[in-house]
């Protein structure tokens, strides 16, 4: 039986690059998110201007991460917890 890898506890523990990679795959996941949230709305019938508003909250937290200055780990540490909790947000919204 192989040894399990030793999980990573703390941000401390991983490279800057590693860290920016983590913030830009929770973007990633809150973008599925949305576009799973934009498919049950459609399927619902819900109006153009309600699936635009989703588009568009999906290209505002895009320019949010793109804004944050790579060489600051702490706003990217910050930024991957506020897309963490929208996402929980987010999927609250979608069935089971």
Same mark, same amino acid.
């Given at each position: 039986m192989s040894a399990q890898p030793q999980r990573i506890e703390t941000f401390g523990e991983c490279s800057d690059v590693v860290v920016y990679d983590i913030m830009r795959e929770r973007l990633t996941r809150l973008g599925g998110s949305l576009i799973a949230l934009i498919d049950l709305e459609e399927a619902r019938g819900a109006d153009r201007v309600r699936v635009g508003e989703l588009f568009a909250r999906k290209d505002e937290y895009r320019r949010a991460v793109d =804004?944050?200055?790579?060489? @600051?780990? =702490? =706003?990217? #540490?910050?930024? #991957? =917890?506020? %897309?963490?909790?929208?996402? @929980?947000?987010?999927? @609250? %919204? %979608?069935?089971?």
């Open positions: =804004a944050v200055d790579p060489g @600051d780990r =702490a =706003a990217q #540490i910050r930024m #991957i =917890a506020y %897309l963490s909790s929208e996402r @929980d947000r987010v999927e @609250d %919204l %979608l069935p089971v």
